[in-house]
Structures are given as structure tokens and as C-alpha cells.
């Protein structure tokens, strides 16, 4: 973390160039703190969002995930019982692994799909709305419709479709298009998936 982009976002100012957020900034009486020392905040969170780096490794065709792993680990050891929303770029399988290591069931995957530049214009008009969780678990499936409604509170168009599935198949729908970019492969990526009502 770049302790002047901290002190940039707590005086009103964008870190990135970005039109929307430096428009936001200007414009709207923000309730948002940056802080470095993440203990303090995830200590009274109700929700935690995983937005770390996963740089990816063209030639070993691996993405580090360990900046997500280090967070899940700080989270943890001061906040075990909250709910983590992994929004970084993830290999397949890589939420039930890390629930399994971890002994934890309170982690699930959301998938962004933000174009450089835009990702403000990205969250506000969103294409889709993604939230892999296990559905069979009770918890899990509340705060997948939670977190889903939070983003649709925060959008501005509010006719977007709301997918849910499993984590693994929402790593997938997020990864492949990438993949594909990367290998220049020709991967169809048409899923059929269940769309859940939001009632």
C-alpha cells in the first residue's frame, strides 16, 4: 500500500486517472477513509473486500495470489466470524482451496469485469452482476444476496442482471476471457447459467 495514494484519497483526490472517480471526488460528499494499517479496519467491519494485486506470470502461466492470502490471513486473526468478498482476478479453484486451508467457510467470489480507466463507469453501469458463494450454505447464500444488493444500491443503472453460482464457476466465467487473451486461443466462453430472482 502507497502511504501517498492513502493521504490523496483521504484529502478528495483520485490516486488514478480516472474521469468518474476524479468527477466523484469533486462532486459527491464521499463517506469513504483510507487507512494503512489494516487491523483497524477489519475489526469492526461487517463485510471485508478482497481487491489485492494477482499479477499475472505469463510464463509460468500463474497468477500470485499471495497479497489475496496475506489479507485473508490478517482478517482472520483479528476478525475470524466476518464475510470476505474476493473481487481480485483468481485461478479456478482457488476460493474452496483457500476456504479449506484456512478452516473457514466465510469467503466467497465476485467477480469485477472494469476496463482500464473506466472502473468507476464500470461499477455504476454494470454489464452483470456476479456473486459465486456455496448456496447450499445458509450463511453463504444471505450474504451473496447482500453483497449483490449492496453493488445494486451503489449502481446507477438499476436494470442489471444478478447471477449467482458457485465460486468455482464464477472464477471460470472471470478467468477464461483472460486466458484467452492472453494465449490468443480461440476458448468459447458461452456458459449456461441459472439466473436467481432477486425476490
Given at each position: 500500500?502507497?502511504?501517498?495514494?492513502?493521504?490523496?484519497?483521504?484529502?478528495?483526490?483520485?490516486?488514478?486517472?480516472?474521469?468518474?472517480?476524479?468527477?466523484f471526488?469533486?462532486?459527491?460528499?464521499?463517506?469513504l477513509?483510507?487507512?494503512?494499517?489494516?487491523?483497524?479496519?477489519?475489526?469492526?467491519?461487517?463485510?471485508?473486500?478482497?481487491?489485492?494485486?494477482?499479477?499475472?506470470?505469463?510464463?509460468l502461466?500463474?497468477?500470485?495470489?499471495?497479497?489475496?492470502?496475506?489479507?485473508i490471513?490478517?482478517?482472520?486473526?483479528?476478525?475470524?466470524?466476518?464475510?470476505?468478498?474476493?473481487?481480485s482476478?483468481?485461478?479456478?479453484?482457488?476460493?474452496?482451496?483457500?476456504?479449506e486451508?484456512?478452516?473457514?467457510s466465510?469467503?466467497?467470489?465476485?467477480?469485477?469485469?472494469?476496463?482500464?480507466?473506466?472502473?468507476?463507469?464500470?461499477?455504476?453501469?454494470?454489464?452483470r452482476i456476479?456473486?459465486?458463494?456455496?448456496?447450499?450454505?445458509?450463511?453463504?447464500?444471505?450474504?451473496?444476496?447482500?453483497?449483490?444488493?449492496?453493488?445494486?444500491?451503489?449502481?446507477?443503472?438499476?436494470?442489471?442482471?444478478i447471477?449467482?453460482?458457485?465460486?468455482?464457476?464464477?472464477?471460470?466465467?472471470?478467468?477464461?476471457?483472460?486466458?484467452?487473451?492472453?494465449?490468443?486461443c480461440?476458448?468459447?466462453t458461452?456458459?449456461?447459467?441459472?439466473q436467481?430472482?432477486?425476490?
Amino acid at each position: 500500500m502507497v502511504e501517498d495514494k492513502v493521504r490523496q484519497i483521504n484529502h478528495g483526490i483520485s490516486p488514478i486517472q480516472d474521469e468518474y472517480i476524479e468527477k466523484f471526488h469533486l462532486e459527491k460528499e464521499l463517506n469513504l477513509t483510507a487507512v494503512l494499517a489494516g487491523k483497524s479496519a477489519y475489526q469492526g467491519a461487517d463485510i471485508v473486500i478482497i481487491a489485492a494485486p494477482t499479477n499475472y506470470d505469463s510464463k509460468l502461466n500463474f497468477f500470485d495470489t499471495s497479497a489475496v492470502e496475506n489479507v485473508i490471513r490478517l482478517v482472520l486473526s483479528v476478525n475470524p466470524d466476518v464475510v470476505m468478498v474476493i473481487k481480485s482476478t483468481i485461478t479456478v479453484g482457488f476460493t474452496k482451496g483457500i476456504r479449506e486451508k484456512y478452516h473457514t467457510s466465510n469467503i466467497i467470489f465476485s467477480p469485477e469485469f472494469l476496463r482500464e480507466s473506466k472502473a468507476l463507469y464500470d461499477n455504476l453501469y454494470p454489464s452483470r452482476i456476479i456473486v459465486g458463494a456455496d448456496l447450499e450454505d445458509e450463511k453463504q447464500a444471505a450474504v451473496a444476496k447482500e453483497f449483490e444488493e449492496l453493488l445494486q444500491e451503489g449502481a446507477e443503472k438499476k436494470e442489471t442482471d444478478i447471477l449467482y453460482m458457485g465460486t468455482t464457476e464464477a472464477e471460470a466465467v472471470k478467468l477464461f476471457p483472460i486466458r484467452t487473451w492472453h494465449c490468443g486461443c480461440p476458448i468459447s466462453t458461452n456458459w449456461t447459467l441459472t439466473q436467481r430472482s432477486k425476490d
